[in-house]
């Protein structure tokens, strides 16, 4: 199958046309198992073809964004792929989100349709942004069975019926979707990718780590991430591989599914296997099945790449790292790698991309000296979607991507994260930016400041400490606090700690010592 896709260049092919090709190649084969509907490569092609149809027919044009804030589903691969065949832009949103967090990624990427879910865990998507100002969004389409209002029709109709429309010509170097990435700024910027880099860059990724039509991948890393929808339903489809999108983390439930459907692909952060490991149905279980794993972070224990070979009995482990402005992969380690190289290490550079350590004067630091990761090649972003500035900081004019990642690049080109961006740190495979939380924190009418560090946590790595300091007269208990946090931020975003504090420390030009809020822990 592999093969089959070379010969039709991958400089040529775009999502749509990669989804006609394997609908011709593998027909009736199983592409998405859920709970309740298997969706083979056929169906993909045509159910997909309808609903972009309906979307031409709400006057969705090429280069117009469209959002899926959703779990991962079987509808939220068949949307996508829709807004694809339509020439649309997609928009992938962090199901974790609230509501002023979604407006801000539907307003910042003028998405002119948005499909999302009445019901999951007991959120309505639809009401966390009701009271918000959309101005730009002029649909709100269900994906769950709930027909809706507005547009008098389930997602289930509309994905079964062909409307007469053309579907307009994409070309590889189209956009293909604007994924949000906070960053120290706090404000979150829209990642550009095109299908061209997608495609190129998840059949290295898929072949190099040797995926393949005979695996069963089942896709816990969400959607509205590279690593769900890019490394997940994508690359399933490219390497002719059945895929199980899996809503929720939960790990005696991912077990059960390894164990029923005899699952080989399983990426993930640290924690789902470390969760795995510790679950009382190991001992019960058959997950015997299990080949391919994929995983990433700063550090991670070389018992754990021992007790995924040996306990869990993976044939190949790798590390990787990456970025969302890298189209989601920089370096990867080799499935032949030591124990040790895996845990820590991040691999070497993929084919066409090159990687360089520099000082603050942009000067390569010697083989074994820490400097900023710089990352070149066909895999980064054109730039931030609207925003000039932070692309030109971002991206050098000789093309270098200034990653804010500090590493040390050895003799062989294997590269070991030693600082990840700025302050930035990890809950339970999450990237969680301090400035983004703090500024979400001051909109809370008591607190005057507040500063944000990750502090260890033993089940999810790293969780939020917030330092606040309240106006004048105002009062403030912790744990409403907390429950107002809750209710305005994602939550992995929201602080475990919390400490009122007079001031908090500064420099001379005012800004935070975070090293010093970091020393008294």
Known sequence: MGEDIKLKSLDKLTIPSLIKFQAKNLSSKPALISDNETLSFADLDSLSTNIASYLIHLGILPGDRVAIWAPNMNEWVLAAIAIHKAGGVLVPINTRMKGKEAAYILNNSEAKILFTVKTFLGIDYFELIENEKLPHLQHKIPLDITISKELNQSFKDIKEQALDVQLP???????????????????????????????????????????????????????????????????????????????????????????????????????????????????????????????????????????????????????????????GVVTMCTPNDDYETIATTSGCAIEGVEVKCVDQDNKEVPVGEPGEILVRGYNITQGYFNNPQATQEAIDKEGWLHTGDIGILDKNGYIKITDRSKDMFIVGGFNAYPAEIENILCDHPAISQAAVIGISDERMGEVAKAFVVLKPNYELQKESLVKWSKENMANYKVPREIEFVEALPTNAAGKVMKYILKESE
């Open 169 to 327: 010509e994409v070309s590889e170097n189209n956009i293909a979707d604007i994924i949000f990435t906070s960053g120290t700024t706090g404000k979150p910027k829209g990642v550009i990718s095109s299908h061209l880099q997608n495609i190129k860059v998840f059949d290295y990724w898929s072949s190099y780590i040797g995926l393949n039509e005979n695996d069963k991948y089942l896709i816990v890393n969400p959607f509205f991430h590279t690593f769900g929808y890019k490394a997940g339903w994508l690359a399933s489809i490219m390497k002719g591989t059945t895929a199980y999108p899996c809503p929720l983390f939960d790990a005696d439930k991912i077990m059960k599914i390894i164990n029923e459907h005899r699952i080989s692909m399983l990426p993930g952060p640290p924690t789902l296997y470390q969760s795995i490991l510790t679950s009382q149905l190991i001992d019960t279980l058959d997950i015997s099945s299990l080949r391919l794993g994929v995983t990433g972070a700063a550090s991670i224990p070389v018992q754990l790449i021992k007790d995924m070979k040996e306990r869990l009995g993976f044939e190949t482990v790798i590390t990787a790292y990456g970025l969302t402005e890298s189209t």
